[in-house]
């Protein structure tokens, strides 16, 4: 039981920061270019914009247009910039990324972001977006910044309740008198299916066809992103007492049976 214990424990306890995430995974040569490149559009620099476009958004876009998303950002230099969020991939060996950046001001804050690829090692821009907003994401998506519901309140409780039982039922196990009790500490952990829910906006996502191994908890792409709460309907703890008294029965039965054999 105190293996069982402590593997849970570790599942819980074992991670790693943000920004040593970031430091590890993002390449820094680009996200410094996507960085600059808003910059670069922040000041108004078209011509330079311009140059560095992919073509097929170069036939789109106009100076009327971009001096349009300039205008999205806040008045004067900003005060801080962080990166928020990267995606980088690589499928039939064509490269392309997308990074996001949050830029604090004097007044108001500003979410922006550039999309590239790569064409004989030079990077182009096929997209940018800029919006402004009147506070950080951090705040914007933290858990005590949300609006209290009734369907938030229970899925809060119900992501805090589904590991207790599950747990409780393991410890069940441990005590009951039946055979072949592995079986058991395993599916007491097994769900099925998945509600997940974005903390900040309520929005619910489902997922029936699924079988998760303790699948409950709470996380977040980064530290801007919103919390995902999440809980699966614990299968195997509920069968386990629905058998239980039977599978008691049935193991005092197969040992009155032994001892009459003998």
């Not at 920061?17 to 430091?23: A, G, Q, T, V």
């Not at 680009?30 to 620099?45: G, I, T, V």
């Not at 951090?138 to 207790?164: C, D, H, Q, R, Y």
């Not at 008691?248 to 001892?259: G, L, P, R, V």
């Amino acid at each position: 039981m105190k293996y069982i214990l402590t593997i849970l424990f570790s599942l819980f306890v074992v991670g790693c920061s943000y920004e040593d995430i970031k430091e590890s995974i993002v390449p820094k040569e680009e996200s410094s270019f996507a960085k600059d490149y808003l910059d670069q559009l922040r000041l108004k620099n078209f011509e330079y914009i311009k140059t560095q476009m992919h073509p097929e958004l170069l036939a789109k876009v106009t100076v009327e247009e971009l001096d349009k998303l300039s205008g999205f950002f806040p008045e004067g230099e900003p005060l801080k910039t962080e990166l928020m969020g990267s995606n980088v991939r690589t499928f039939n060996d064509v490269w392309s990324a997308n990074f996001s950046f949050e830029s604090k001001f004097k007044v108001d804050w500003s979410i922006s972001s550039v999309s590239m690829t790569k064409q004989d090692g030079k990077l182009l821009v096929t997209g940018i977006n800029v919006y402004r907003t009147n506070e950080s994401q951090k705040v914007l998506n933290s858990f005590g910044n949300a609006e209290s519901s009734v369907p938030k309140i229970l899925m809060l409780a119900l992501t805090i309740i589904t590991p207790i039982f599950m747990i409780i039922t393991c410890f069940f196990v441990y005590r009951t008198p039946i055979e072949k009790k592995w079986r058991w500490y395993l599916l007491s952990f097994v769900g099925i299916g998945a509600v997940a829910m974005n903390w900040t906006t309520g929005e619910i996502a489902t997922k029936i066809a699924t079988i998760k191994l303790l699948g409950v908890g709470a996380s977040a792409a980064s530290e801007f992103a919103p919390l995902i709460f999440t809980f699966t309907i614990p299968i195997g703890a509920i069968t386990f007492w629905v058998k239980r008294n039977k599978m008691i029965e049935q193991t005092m039965a197969n040992k009155a049976s032994h001892q009459d054999a003998a």
